[in-house]
């Protein structure tokens, strides 16, 4: 082929794949964009932030305390198609003297976990889900008394995991899988996450019950312990 038709041709197709580029990197932002901002009336105050294509995160104030809401694609999970994770974050000061990770049905690709950060795991009560790993850092504690106010959650199937701290709640909870078509084909996920206002509401309003059954716990637990005190 002649050299100058090449570069013709080269030049000709790279000025009808660019639009198309453009406009299919608009289509993907705007897609993954509406799965968080048609919630945002939701909170008070919100604020809804993206970069790029990526999926957005969303802020705002949800019964008196800063909530943040993420997406997390996940691929290096084996044997299984890509998930979509959502992450509800409350961010209310805990009675906790450390972080503590309770992970559900625990692997070795779980990226939606501290994991070799937090080496300690703490034995559970029977109670407890029975596929679950609690976790701290070294010299942590767990505090499962006081945990206590999470097991609604973790008994939840959709509940992949719960991190607490001193300074608040994260609830990762799976929200979608992708398509197993397209990902045989073209071995990328693609999601199609539908997140109601009553679904929103609801992780909203339990990742508020944890927390502040959480903090009326420990409350009664120094009630328990005055009294005993007093009555010495």
């Known amino acids: 082929m002649d050299v100058a038709l090449l570069a013709v041709i080269i030049v000709f197709t790279g000025i009808l ?19 968080l901002a048609d919630l945002q009336y939701v909170l008070d105050g919100s604020e809804l932030v993206q970069r790029g294509i990526d999926y957005p995160v969303l802020t705002g104030d949800y019964r008196g305390a800063r909530v943040t809401i993420g997406l997390i694609v996940d691929t290096l999970t084996m044997r299984e198609l890509p998930t979509l994770w959502l992450s509800v974050t409350r961010w209310r000061p805990l009675p906790l003297t450390g972080p503590v990770d309770m992970l559900l049905r625990p692997s070795s690709t779980d990226i939606v976990s501290p994991g070799e950060r937090f080496p300690v795991q703490h034995p559970v009560p029977q109670t407890w889900p029975s596929h679950i790993r609690v976790a701290t850092p070294v ?9 206590s106010a999470s097991l609604p959650l973790l008994h939840d199937r959709r509940t992949k995991d719960v991190l607490l701290s001193p300074t608040g709640a994260r609830l990762i909870t799976r929200l979608a899988r992708a398509e197993l078509g397209h990902y045989r084909l073209v071995r990328r996920p693609k999601f199609k996450p539908q997140l109601s206002a009553e679904e929103f509401t609801t992780s909203l309003d339990a990742v508020c019950a944890m927390t502040e059954g959480i903090v009326q716990s420990a409350a009664d637990d120094r009630r328990g312990l005055s009294s005993a005190s007093g009555g010495t």
Do not use: N
């Not at 010299?139 to 945990?147: D, P, T």
């Open 17 to 35: 794949l660019v639009p198309l580029q453009t406009r299919h990197v608009r289509r993907v932002a705007a897609e993954r964009r509406s799965v």
């Open 139 to 147: 010299g942590g504690q767990a505090h499962l008394h006081r945990l």
